[in-house]
């Protein structure tokens, strides 16, 4: 009897001894996951307070070439690069045109001659999202005068000599990135990547049959 009751309490402190290991790898467990969260949430916030968000203005869209170039302000050369390409829905020639003249050194190559053709097939409205007031439930007719709105953050200026941007599409629900590169000599800013403007966004009103 006696042996019973004495083996019945060693029985009861290991569990307890285990429970209490538990415990403790438990929460150093939590421990260790409220670390990574408030890793992530530090990361995030440095993100968000260094978010700034600077709108450039035309009262009319340059049509041509001749109206555009290359520029020291960075952020004039991506606003460029959305009225270049919103040219492509009526004069798919003078839009190329235009791009070359803010690619600069590297003008558009052939193959994406067809991949801007591809692009636009059946959705020449597309460019007109990335100006304020666009949206799918106005077929993306913006407001005047013209305005695109480029969002920097801590990234923005990561790579010395390259700036990559964010502009806001009134037809997704976050803004599409693009990139300029700087030429070291003259300090002026060139079109280096803007491909990622061109993904696909929503049907406008007129095209959609659900709505």
């Known amino acids: 009897m006696k042996k019973g009751i004495v083996l019945a309490c060693c029985a009861m402190l290991l569990a ?3 429970q209490s290991a538990e415990a403790l ?26 978010e700034k968000t600077r709108r450039v203005i035309f009262q009319n869209l340059p049509q041509s070439a001749a109206e555009i170039g290359p520029e020291t302000d960075a952020q004039q050369v ?9 040219r492509y829905e009526t004069n798919p020639a003078e839009a190329i045109a235009m791009l070359n003249k803010l690619l600069g050194p590297r003008p558009v190559p052939k193959r994406d001659e067809q991949f801007l053709a591809d ?35 801590a990234y923005t200026y990561q790579e010395e000599g390259y700036a990559r941007f964010l502009i806001t599409c009134g037809g997704a629900d976050s803004p599409r ?15 280096w990547d803007y491909k990622g403007l061109l993904s696909g966004i929503q049907t406008p009103a007129a095209d959609d049959p659900w709505s």
Do not use: C, H
């Open 25 to 50: 790898d438990w929460n150093r467990r939590i421990g260790v996951d409220r670390t990574i969260d408030n890793t992530i949430n530090r990361a995030v916030n440095k993100v968000e307070k260094q």
């Open 16 to 18: 307890g001894q285990l």
């Open 78 to 86: 991506a606003a460029y690069t959305v009225a270049a390409l919103a």
């Open 177 to 191: 990135p693009m990139t300029v590169r700087q030429k070291a000599s003259t300090g002026e800013w060139f079109l």
């Open 119 to 153: 692009r636009f097939r059946g959705r020449q409205y597309l460019m007109r999202s990335y100006f304020m007031g666009a949206t799918p439930a106005n077929n993306y007719q913006p407001d005047m005068p013209y305005t695109v709105e480029i969002k920097t953050n």
